[in-house]
């Protein structure tokens, strides 16, 4: 298992120096630099070469790669041009709010689509079948921005009973020692401030979980009802195992494998920012981030931003394939 | 499956019902405001910044010397009690409170203010640049190494409460100038102790170690710091031992939210109290629901300027064809946003140095087509190249596309042929209007930084300068005796007939000044709209 997970970090870093060569490349294509968006429209030139000078922009291209690239085997990802914050504090205060909001968004997608995707198939081509293939498939073709701004609208504006935007109530005094809200409120044995956090958490998440959780429901459906016809649940059935045994050690452990690999995924998408819903909620995470840092063309932030969740993902992606491992022993032999 | 599902709905019942508590919680004692701004400030060191977001919540915290009666550009005390020019304006001496302490506890006086101007006056490296240093910038010029020249020269502590500026010209313009958010008076004290000036890194990659501007900005205004999340609320408590009325407002909360529907949708679920920049089809909208919509005047000219290096704009008869040719009513009434105003002038009419006689030129094609003929030029004379952008909008130019159709329908109504030249607006428009670039005619204008004529018309029409591209000794002299002026009088006159001059001559075509709108709760009164983003929030109050 450990030579695994080293292999594949082995694997990891080739791609992260590939992507870290488009990535510096592709910032320094954009039409316009940091110093017109950072110095605004009336600034001289003079200004714009001293800013230029400052951040190394007049430099040759590969001098500017070849610094970047020694900084970032220091963990020096510099600072941002826009806040003059080092942008690896800039990621630290923002990645715990996009993990928090994936992590909700998920646990909602498997809480409900598991057991739908179970019951559909345990009902196959009956009513809850096709009320859960209808629901997915509208799940999956709402754009979730739109879903985010119909929440908001019906039970922020119109009734009023959660809250339109941010993480918490905006005179909140709790303490934040994780960054992680619920967390926090739970740590710090803050009541209010927990049950605060959820009600901002809700909506977002809601909006976040319906394309992941439309997915999932289609994918337990299909991989159970497959499942279904192998020749070892036939075994089981005839075996007269009990209905909790048998769904839990037989159907769902061979039936959620696949499952298991789109969790993955969309959790990868997920956190490698969710712009609208961030934007709709004004959610302080990575994807609003990434979207601003964008348009005042922050090369530091924009770098730094973009291979941080290039990371992330390749991360949480070598979990899914480690969660193989560990759900299905036959896997391991192969290795 | 069953206590699962009883779970989730005692759960979502008791979120709901936390929400109801808060909400009434929130406008029963009234004593919070939460206002939703459009970004995170950038940092809190008032002469560190560029952005409004910052600036905005330093003014909270930090005070002047002098500052603008609210909604107006009057200047009045505020830090200095008095204030006396000597004669040739080149000394100013100010008298200053003595009853003032700064938020950390130390004493306001002669010292600290000279702390500070000489703080700023000695700023080194990218310190200086002007994304850091705007105001020290426009207002004084230059540094203590002298690359470029300073208005200040030094500032002399005369008594305790005393000070006198020396400066290296004449210049009125200094004493509004004090205004403005970028002279705000921190404690000497913090500053060190916080590293305000520790700029750290590498030259290539600045880094501000200190904590004053992001943790501990102590300055002598009616709130003080309390905390600042960054991204998610910054927020500001009350100054019990203020020198002036205490604010109404026990707690003043900051939280940015940058999508303008998002910010008022959080308005009208009561997630906030007031919002700044409401979109224009927003503020009858909002008004209808019951909010306020207040306005703030526009302290900001767009205008169509013409490149006199580039004929035919060499011949003044042909730029006020130009002039008379475009129908800027029915521009400015139909596809302005409420709030702006059609300008006859570059100087804003909230300023007293404001003309009331200068040339006008209402839309008259026939007067337009005359002046052609009488400039002599015909046929191929008369193409022009109108440069303009569509994928920015900026507070003085709000609807470029829409402006650059209707003039350009305009000016070949009287003959011109117009040759069009999209740029996008960032790097290559900014560019090419700074260089001379961009064939002739083009779209742009200014947002005022403080309130003094010299901020229009000196900046602009002062000296050669490449956006219009003009030689006129005797314009130059009469802009740089006006600034230097100490008659106030006597100054809005010379300024007055400078205006004159200008719209004579027509470098540019004013078209606008446009204002913009702020919602707020019902629940509060007292927020007054400044021109100049002059804004104490402590005037605020439940109603």
């Given amino acids: ?335 | 499956m069953r206590p699962n599902a009883l779970l989730a709905i005692a759960l979502i019942s008791g979120l709901l019902a936390a929400g109801c508590a808060t909400d009434d919680d929130g406008s029963a004692d009234g004593a919070n405001l939460v206002v939703g701004t459009v970004s995170d400030p950038v940092a809190l060191d008032p002469a560190q910044v560029l952005d409004q977001e910052s600036n905005r919540v330093a003014t909270q915290i930090f005070e002047s010397l002098v500052t603008m009666k609210p909604g107006t550009g009057e200047v009045v005390a505020n830090l200095a009690t008095s204030w006396t020019a000597s004669e040739a304006a080149d000394e100013w001496t100010f008298e200053l409170r003595d009853d003032v302490e700064f938020h950390d506890g130390t004493t306001f006086d002669a010292e600290a203010v000279c702390f500070n101007f000489d703080r700023w006056y000695h700023f080194e490296g990218i310190q200086q640049s002007e994304g850091l240093a705007l105001f020290w910038n426009a207002v004084m010029g230059g540094f203590a190494d002298g690359r470029s020249p300073s208005l200040y020269e030094s500032c002399e502590v005369v008594g305790d409460h005393e000070v006198t500026f020396h400066l290296t010209r004449p210049s009125v313009s200094f004493l509004a100038a004090l205004a403005v958010s970028g002279f705000g008076i921190a404690s000497p004290t913090a500053l060190e102790k916080y590293g305000a000036d520790d700029v750290g890194g590498s030259e290539e990659a600045p880094v501000f170690n200190g904590t004053f501007a992001t943790e501990h900005p102590v300055g002598t205004g009616p709130f003080v710091f309390d905390s600042w999340e960054r991204n998610s609320r910054l927020q500001l408590v009350a100054n019990e031992d203020y020198w002036g009325d205490p604010p109404a407002i026990e707690r003043l909360v900051f939280v940015p939210i940058a999508n303008a529907a998002a910010r008022r949708q959080a308005l009208e679920a009561g997630d906030i109290d007031m919002y700044d920049l409401v979109d224009p089809e927003d503020v009858d909208v909002l008004r209808s629901q019951g909010f306020q919509l207040l306005e703030r005047p526009g302290f900001n000219v767009g205008w169509l300027a013409m490149d006199q290096r580039v004929p035919p704009f060499d011949n003044e008869k042909i730029r006020q064809a130009v002039a008379y040719a475009l129908n800027r009513e029915e521009l400015v009434g139909a596809k302005y946003p409420p709030g702006a105003e059609l300008a006859d002038q570059f100087i804003p009419p909230s300023l007293s140095a404001h003309a009331d006689d200068v040339p006008q030129y209402p839309y008259d094609p026939e007067r337009a087509e005359q002046l052609i003929a009488e400039s002599g030029l015909s046929g191929a004379d008369l193409t022009i190249t109108f440069a303009y952008f569509s994928d920015a909008s900026r507070a003085h130019t709000p609807v470029p596309q829409a402006a650059f159709e209707a003039f350009r329908r305009d000016l070949e109504a009287v003959g011109f042929k117009v040759e069009p030249n999209q740029l996008p607006f960032s790097p290559d428009y900014v560019a090419a209007a700074f260089s001379g670039g961009t064939g002739g005619m083009y779209l742009l204008g200014r947002n005022g930084d403080f309130a003094d004529p010299a901020n229009f018309l000196n900046q602009y029409f002062g000296k050669f300068n490449e956006e219009f591209g003009f030689e006129d000794q005797e314009l130059f002299d009469l802009l740089a005796r006006a600034e230097g002026e100490v008659d106030l009088d006597e100054r809005d006159r010379l300024y007055q007939e400078a205006s004159r001059q200008v719209m004579e001559m027509v470098p540019a075509v004013p078209i606008a000044h446009v204002g913009t709108f702020l919602a707020m709760s019902p629940d509060f009164e007292g927020y007054v709209p400044s021109p100049v983003y002059v804004e104490p929030f402590s005037l605020v109050r439940t109603k």
């Fill in chain 1, 1 to 335: 298992m450990l030579r695994l997970v080293g292999q594949r970090l082995a694997q990891t870093a080739p791609i992260l120096f590939a992507l870290s060569l488009a990535v510096f490349a592709w910032v320094r294509a954009l039409p316009g630099g940091p110093a017109n968006a950072l110095l605004g429209e009336h600034a001289s030139p003079e200004a714009i070469a001293e800013v230029n000078a400052a951040y190394a922009l007049d430099e040759p291209i590969w001098t500017q790669y070849w610094r970047f690239v020694v900084k970032l085997v220091q963990l020096d990802l510099g600072s941002s041009i826009r806040t003059r914050q080092p942008v690896m504090d800039e990621i630290a205060s923002r990645f715990p709010a996009t993990v928090e909001l994936t992590v909700a968004g998920l646990l909602i997608a498997v809480v409900v689509g598991v057991p739908l995707g179970t019951l559909a198939a345990k009902y196959h081509g009956r009513w809850p079948d096709r009320l859960s293939v209808v629901g997915s498939l509208l799940g999956i073709s709402i754009p979730v921005f739109f879903l985010a701004l119909l929440l908001k609208y019906v039970f922020a504006v119109e009734l009023g009973w959660l809250p339109a935007s941010g993480r918490l109530e905006p005179t909140s005094q709790a303490a934040h020692p994780t960054g992680f809200y619920v967390l926090d409120g739970i740590l710090t044995r803050d009541g209010a401030a927990v049950v605060d956090a959820l009600r901002h958490l809700l909506l977002p998440a809601l909006a976040l979980a319906s394309v992941p959780l439309a997915i999932i429901s289609r994918v337990t459906r299909a991989s159970l009802l497959q499942v279904q016809t192998e020749s070892y649940i036939r075994t089981a059935t005839a075996k007269g195992l009990g209905p909790l045994r048998f769904n839990v050690h037989h159907l769902l452990r061979n039936g959620l494998l696949p499952v298991i690999t789109i969790v993955g995924l969309q959790g990868g998408i997920l956190l490698s920012g969710a712009v609208l819903t961030e934007t709709v909620f004004s959610w302080g995470g990575m994807g609003s981030w990434m979207l601003t840092s964008i348009q005042y063309r922050d090369f530091p932030a924009m770098q730094a931003g973009i291979l941080f969740l290039a990371l992330i993902f390749v991360l949480v992606n070598m979990l899914v394939d480690l969660t193989y491992l560990v759900i299905d022993p036959r896997l391991k032999r192969a290795e």
